[in-house]
């Protein structure tokens, strides 16, 4: 049987060469340069083996895709391959129902950090955690989820044609996330309309919530005087003993003070009350004498 370089050999000279074929971006024909697009690969050796990973890659390179068409749930490729007439691979995904996406978007939403790199194309690690989180796939995880097929006669299905086309679709992926996004079926514009929308949403109910909490009076509707410690037993002015009408006694020498734990305290302010009720006795005596 001949080995793997021998066949590869093979394609090398009979392959049909494509003028304008699509090829990879990176001169250097790398793929899975991003985490999205290396995910998006290795989903393939889950369902290709090596051999036709290996020749597909190869076409890949070669640029044998003539024409790729990327819509809602499939991909339709061309591919030439040593025949005169193109091979045509389908691929088709499922595409996510409109209750899952409002899942997904809702809690795209909140992630105030996520939706601020989405609307740059920024495509952050924690889009596919959000997918997991609702056990929706964003990449292909199993054969009900990913279907292939080629109008080649290679009995192996994905063939070395689908193979191909995974690669270009990486390098798609690649540069503009949003391609497999639109696969499982929201459009860029479609999805950040959606965000938006979620975002006012969400900013409308944070701005009823802060108006609720700030109806609710902390303090006294009264507005209180700072206390300026230093002045606190100064007189500001001299009051006026005419200005006293009712005070006949300072009722205080009777208070109970027993809530007291100081008994010092409580002997202070005892004598300060009736020091204050004898000056006041006092001057309204005087005060009496003098209006006679």
């Known amino acids: 049987m001949a080995s793997l370089d021998t066949r590869l050999k093979h394609f090398q000279t009979k392959l049909r060469k494509v003028k304008n074929g699509i090829r990879p971006k990176n001169l250097e024909g790398k793929f899975g340069n991003k ?20 020749q597909g890659r190869f076409y890949a390179r070669e640029g044998q895709i003539r024409s790729l068409v990327i819509d ?17 691979v389908t691929i088709k995904l499922q595409v996510l129902t409109d209750e899952a996406w409002q899942d997904i978007l809702e809690q795209m939403a909140k992630n105030a950090m996520l939706f601020s790199k989405l609307l740059i194309d920024k495509f952050p690690e ?5 997918f997991s989180q609702f056990n929706y796939p964003l990449f292909p995880e199993n054969t009900n989820d990913l279907l292939t097929s080629c109008t080649c006669a290679d009995w192996a299905n994905p063939c070395k044609h689908t193979a191909a086309v995974f690669y270009i679709l990486s390098d798609f992926i690649e540069y ?8 499982r079926g929201k459009s860029r514009i479609e999805i950040r309309e959606i965000l938006r929308q979620y975002q006012r949403i969400i900013t409308i109910q944070e701005d009823k919530s802060k108006r609720k909490i700030e109806k609710i009076p902390r303090y006294s509707n009264q507005v209180e005087k700072r206390i300026d410690l230093a002045s606190f037993w100064k007189s500001n002015k001299k009051v006026k003993l005419t200005d006293i009408v009712k005070i006949t006694k300072l009722e205080r020498e009777t208070s109970n003070f027993d809530d007291f734990t100081e008994p010092k305290l409580v002997e202070l302010l005892n004598l300060s009350y009736k020091k204050a009720s004898e ?14």
């Open 35 to 54: 985490w999205w697009s290396k995910k998006w690969l290795e989903s393939l050796e889950f369902f290709v083996n090596d051999k036709r990973i290996v």
């Open 72 to 88: 809602r749930g499939s991909i339709q490729a061309k591919v030439q391959g040593t025949k005169i007439k193109p091979y045509s």
């Open 126 to 130: 924690d889009l596919e955690k959000i």
């Open 176 to 183: 503009d996330p949003f391609n497999l996004l639109f696969i």
């Open 279 to 292: 000056i006041v006795n006092n001057k309204l005596t005087k005060l009496s004498y003098e209006n006679d």
